[in-house]
């Protein structure tokens, strides 16, 4: 394994967890998953477990609910989302967007001289954002990544992928959580690295 291994995966998880469905930057991704043999090629997890979520990702018909409807509710809203994608909402007491998690980040990157890439006003510690941000590490400033990963991600990210998985109700998103459960899983193993804990609030 390799960082180019984080920085291929980081790339294509964040963007499926970022844009909708329906966008330029995620259909391509969307259709390659759901005809393309990727789970021979996806560099973590066993491969029966891979093609485990391939079958559940390429099953979106089973589903009276559309990609894009999906993505809305999980997303966007305007109801109360079943995982809320941001890292603040689990590291602060007060589970508030921007809230003192968000900012440290900010700090981080901007100690770094690390400029966001945003589409929209949206929080840094967005998990699309995070994996992105993870992807462009790896690729850019590979000794910050242990540093960002068990600080900033890891901490509240397999908690957000379980309510992900528990509140998907949709074959695609539900394969997407467990695909993203495993290759973080696997970029921990791959770096070593020990999780900073932090009490989670949601």
């Given amino acids: 394994m390799s960082a180019e291994s984080i920085a ?3 790339k294509i998880l964040g963007s499926l967890l970022y844009f909708s469905p329906d966008s330029e930057q ?6 390659w998953l759901q005809n393309h043999p990727w789970p021979q090629e996806w560099p973590y997890g066993e491969t029966d477990r891979l093609q485990q979520i391939a079958a559940c990702i390429t ?4 589903s009276n609910e559309s990609n894009e409807e999906a993505f809305q509710r999980l997303f966007v809203g305007p109801y109360a989302l079943p995982a809320p994608p941001w890292g603040s909402v689990y590291l602060d007491r007060e589970s508030v967007l921007f809230g003192d998690s968000t900012l440290n980040l900010r700090e981080w990157m901007r100690s770094h001289g690390i400029e966001p890439r945003k589409v929209q006003d949206e929080p840094e510690d967005q998990i699309g954002l995070m994996l992105m941000m993870s992807a462009w590490l790896a690729e850019n400033c590979p000794a910050l990544l242990d540093e960002f990963l068990s600080t900033h991600l890891f901490p509240w990210s397999f908690r ?7 509140g998907a109700g949709h ?3 539900l394969g997407i959580a ?3 459960r495993i290759t973080l899983e696997g970029w921990q193993k791959q770096c070593g690295l020990k999780v900073a804990e932090h009490e989670l609030y949601h």
């Fill in 8 to 10: 291929a995966t980081g």
């Fill in 171 to 173: 074959p695609v998103y």
């Fill in 59 to 62: 099953d979106s018909a089973a």
């Fill in 160 to 166: 957000y992928l379980t309510l992900l998985e528990e």
């Fill in 26 to 31: 995620a259909q391509p991704l969307f259709h």
């Fill in 178 to 180: 467990r695909l993203a």
